[in-house]
């Protein structure tokens, strides 16, 4: 199993271009989960999802989107990114959001410097 | 609202002395409580968590963690450090009422000294 894949690993935006993340689980997770690291604060919840077609916002949800419509994958797009998007982000993935005692998988995550 | 603090940015041990990483939640009802270890340039990597029963919570590597719910903390321990063991360390808490919402610490850094 490759368990969480994300890519790209790098990436370096203008302000105003819009770009996706991508994110794969090949464990059959029904729920998965985007977040942001920042430095001093912790990983923050930006979008999740507890199934196929099935999406909700987290604590940080405004200038991204999601959509899930395969298990297998939840990509995250910037619509038009903004310098304070400049972040790691990490995509999280457990068997199901409805038992909290599931261990979450992360990615290798995506270092993202908006200019 | 739920929260997590980890109230030290850094905690410094050499190399066999014991260490500890310190946690404390505040959440409504009885929580869930993780801890990952993130290295270097490297996603989270799970350590162990606290769901019910014993207090004391034994994970990989040989970390444990002890919960203490009367002092609401979840303090992550290891007897003797580790060089290897240098690495940035999250609590997170989940309420059992949520659909997978982790909330984590601000993280503490471990840095273990030869």
């Known amino acids: 199993n490759a368990g969480v894949t994300q890519t790209p690993k790098f990436q370096v935006l203008k302000t105003g271009q819009s770009m996706t993340l991508q994110c794969a689980q090949d464990m059959n997770h029904e729920y998965m989960s985007w977040y942001r690291q920042d430095p001093g604060m912790g990983l923050r919840l930006i979008h999740y999802s507890v199934g196929a077609g099935i999406t909700d916002q987290g604590e940080v949800p405004n200038g991204y989107n999601v959509s899930r419509s395969t298990t297998e994958d939840f990509p995250l797009r910037l619509l038009s990114a903004a310098p304070s998007q400049t972040s790691v982000y990490f995509c999280?993935?457990?068997?199901?959001?409805?038992?909290?005692?599931?261990?979450?998988?992360f990615g290798p995550g995506t270092r993202l410097t908006v200019l | 609202a739920q929260s997590v603090a980890q109230p030290e940015d850094q905690v410094n041990v050499a190399e066999g002395n014991p260490l500890t990483v310190k946690c404390t939640y505040s959440?409504?009802?009885?929580?869930?409580l993780f801890w990952y270890v993130q290295y270097p340039n490297r996603g989270l990597q799970f350590l162990l968590k606290?769901?019910?029963?014993?207090?004391l919570v034994k994970g990989s590597y040989g970390f444990e963690a002890e919960f203490n719910k009367s002092q609401t903390s979840f303090h992550l321990k290891k007897p003797s450090a580790l060089v290897s063991d240098s690495a940035l360390y999250f609590c997170?808490?989940?309420?059992?009422?949520?659909?997978?919402?982790?909330?984590f610490g601000a993280g503490t850094q471990v840095v273990v000294t030869p």
């Open positions: 959440v409504s009802g009885n929580p869930y």
């Open positions: 999280a993935s457990s068997s199901s959001g409805l038992s909290s005692t599931d261990t979450q998988y």
């Open positions: 606290y769901i019910t029963g014993d207090n």
């Open positions: 997170a808490v989940r309420p059992t009422d949520s659909w997978g919402k982790l909330q």
